[in-house]
Structure formats: structure tokens, C-alpha cells
């Protein structure tokens, strides 16, 4: 029996197991690869500053700051180029301009080295004299992904991780204090299971990051299993803002690795930025607000008693969906932390039962961030030695 087994082979999860074997090294470690070998698509930008120009949130600025200095540590410690050099982002139009000021302030206030540039000066620099002002990010850098993945996937299999390609999860149960998990070719036991690292917990969890001064919280509930002859109904954009609070109890859909969809209680911010975000088409999230404000220490009891509530608020939305069409599954842990900077930072996995994590993170933000995901798990997970 492994210690811990898997699902994905991505830098996330390559990070995460890195970072996990750095800290426990007697720990044994399953990665389960369902491609035969990550392709580009799953990679860094080139540029490793590129994601950041139109994030929303400051707490997130922060994050990826601390993201790409971890990545940029480990290059660097592997001897890998790492390209740095000043690098403008520039405004032609007024719109642009105020996005630019925008994103120069969360920017500065998250730690990275930028320098505002006046139109004046950009009329005197070619090919920036059409600007009406730019941002230098003077800490710019290049690196080339394909060898950062090649080394942590030589460093992590030397360290002892068994990283399996072409080895797809069908089916994963828990059962007692151990995981079972059934891959396309053999079966596989394990004390913990981490689901979807990277990439592809993006396909199955969409999901916001709650920012707020409220005191740390850790609520739990009971999350469902949609009947699969209903997913159809999941396959587009749900969307139900509530009344005036800051923070709100709603539900959330996440799309599982086989295709179907789990859904259960979450707390989410009401803010701007969010709900046009979760207007999106690739959105699985509803809102649903259950009458009382989720603020402070939100108990247990809480949930529970506004189960019905959020039941039939969710058949209002789908009414289609029945209480029979809702699998009840192992409780789910939530927690948030606090930061260093005083932010309150919800911790991007999901804890099935203490036996099972869903990291979730998207696309460029998730590879960025490998390093720090990592460390999350790490400080989660409870070994017996």
C-alpha cells in the first residue's frame, strides 16, 4: 500500500510531490498520468509574468507573486535559465488606460518590483511614442517550460515517486482509513487520495477564493453525487445572485473525473468582480443564498438546518432535479487561513472525509503555482510517522 496516490502528472502535481518528499521523505508517493506525457498545452507561459495583467483580485496578486518567486527558486537552484529583464505594458486607449492604473496598484501593493510610465516618456521611446502611459514590470522573466517539467519529473523520480503514464482513474472509493483506487489497468490502495492537480481540477471545480477581514472559519456538509441521467441539466451557466451580504452560503458544482457532477454548500463572496466572473459559460457554480448571513464561525448546525432550504432552492433553479437525483456523499471539510499579510485565504482543495483532497486551480495559475499548492498539501495532510 502507497501512502499517497495521485491524479496527475502536471507540474502541480509533480510540484506537490516534490514538495511532499522534501518534507516527508519515507512517505510513498503514486502519481497517475492518464496522458502518455504532458504536452505543451499544460505548460508555463514562456513568459511567466503574462498571467497576472488581468487578475481581479489584490490577495491574488500576492499569490502569484509568491508562485512565480518559488518557481524561479527552484530553476535557479537547478541551474536552469531563468531570462529576466524590464518589459512595458503599455495603454493606447483611455479604457486600457484605466485598466492599466488598475492593475499597476494591485500590482505595486503585492510585492512586485513595477514602475509607472508617463505618456511623455513613452512619446520618447521607440516603439512606445503612440502610449498614453505603460507599466514597467522590471523583473520580467522567460524560462522554458518543457525543461522546468523535465527536471522536476527527474527530480521527483529520483527522489522515489512512481509516476505512471498513460494510467487513467476509473473509479476511487474510500473504506475505512484506507483509499481504494482503480486505475484503467490494475487496482490501487492508498491512505490518501489527491484529485485532479493542476489542470485538470479545472475542468472539475469552479470555484472562488473567498477575501475578506471575517475571523478564519472551517464548515463542512454533506456533498452530492448528481444522478448521471440529469448531468445534462449541469452543461450551461448557473448564475443566482443574492441579496446585500458580503458573504453568502450557496452551492457549488464540481465536474468529477469521470464525467459526473458532485454539488454541495460552500461560502462565497458577493462582490462585483466574482459574480461577472461566474456569468461565464464554462461556469458549474450557482449562488444560493439561505437566508442568514455566513459570516464570523459559521457551525455546523447551520448547514444542516438550512438543508432543506438549499434544496429547494436548488430545485427553483433546477426544477428537474430531486432530492433522489442528489447521491449523498462523505462529509467535506472547507477551511480558510490567514495569510501573512492578514488576508483570509481559502485553501484551494476540498477534504473528502480526511482521506481524500480535490486541489483546485486553472490553467496557467494552477502550473505557476505547483510550488505553493504543494505546500498547502503538505501543511493538510497527517502522516503516522
Not at 518528499?21 to 514562456?46: C, F, N, Q, W
Not at 499569490?63 to 529576466?84: D, I
Not at 505512471?164 to 476511487?172: D, I, S, Y
Not at 427553483?316 to 501573512?340: G, S, Y
Request: glycine share 6%; with cysteine.
Amino acid at each position: 500500500m502507497t501512502n499517497i496516490i495521485a491524479a496527475g502528472a502536471g507540474l502541480t502535481g509533480l510540484a506537490a510531490a516534490y514538495t511532499l518528499k522534501g518534507k516527508h521523505p519515507d512517505v510513498s508517493i503514486t502519481l497517475l498520468e492518464k496522458d502518455a506525457r504532458r504536452s505543451k498545452r499544460y505548460m508555463l507561459p514562456e513568459r511567466l509574468h503574462e498571467a497576472f495583467f488581468y487578475l481581479d483580485e489584490p490577495v491574488t496578486y500576492a499569490w502569484m507573486r509568491e508562485a512565480e518567486t518559488s518557481v524561479k527558486a527552484y530553476m535557479k537552484a537547478r541551474q536552469l535559465p531563468v531570462h529576466e529583464e524590464p518589459e512595458w505594458y503599455g495603454a493606447r486607449t483611455v479604457e486600457d488606460y484605466e485598466k492599466l492604473q488598475g492593475w499597476f496598484h494591485k500590482a505595486k501593493d503585492a510585492g512586485w518590483h513595477v514602475r509607472w510610465v508617463t505618456g511623455k516618456e513613452a512619446a520618447e521611446t521607440e516603439p512606445y511614442a503612440a502610449l498614453l502611459a505603460a507599466v514597467e514590470i522590471q523583473e520580467a522573466s522567460w524560462i522554458d517550460p518543457q525543461r522546468l517539467y523535465d527536471t522536476l519529473l527527474s527530480d521527483v523520480q529520483a527522489a522515489g515517486v512512481d509516476v505512471r503514464f498513460e494510467t487513467p482513474v476509473v473509479h476511487w472509493e474510500q473504506t475505512g482509513d484506507s483509499v481504494h483506487v482503480e486505475t484503467k489497468h490494475e487496482d490501487l490502495k492508498g491512505e490518501w487520495f489527491l484529485q485532479h492537480t493542476g489542470m485538470e481540477s479545472f475542468q472539475m471545480m469552479k470555484s472562488g477564493q473567498v477575501h475578506t477581514d471575517s475571523s478564519p472559519v472551517a464548515f463542512q456538509g454533506t456533498y452530492y453525487k448528481v444522478n448521471p441521467e440529469k448531468a445534462d441539466l449541469l452543461n450551461h451557466s448557473l448564475t443566482a445572485v443574492p441579496e446585500d451580504h458580503e458573504l453568502f452560503l450557496s452551492v457549488q458544482f464540481m465536474k468529477s473525473f469521470d464525467g459526473s457532477f458532485i454539488c454541495g454548500p460552500c461560502v462565497l463572496p458577493k462582490n462585483p468582480a466574482y459574480a461577472q466572473a461566474v456569468r461565464g459559460p464554462e461556469s458549474k457554480t450557482a449562488l444560493i443564498h439561505a437566508g442568514k448571513k455566513a459570516a464570523g464561525a459559521m457551525s455546523v448546525s447551520m448547514i444542516t438546518d438550512q438543508e432543506d432550504q438549499f434544496l429547494k432552492r436548488l430545485r427553483r433553479f433546477l426544477p428537474d432535479l430531486t432530492r433522489n437525483d442528489l447521491i449523498p456523499l462523505a462529509p467535506v471539510v472547507r477551511t480558510k487561513v490567514m495569510r501573512d499579510d492578514g488576508c483570509l485565504h481559502e485553501r484551494p482543495m476540498l477534504v473528502n472525509d480526511r482521506r481524500a483532497v480535490h486541489v483546485a486551480a486553472s490553467g496557467t495559475g494552477s502550473a505557476l503555482s505547483a510550488f505553493q499548492t504543494g505546500k498547502n498539501v503538505t501543511d493538510l495532510l497527517r502522516f503516522s510517522n
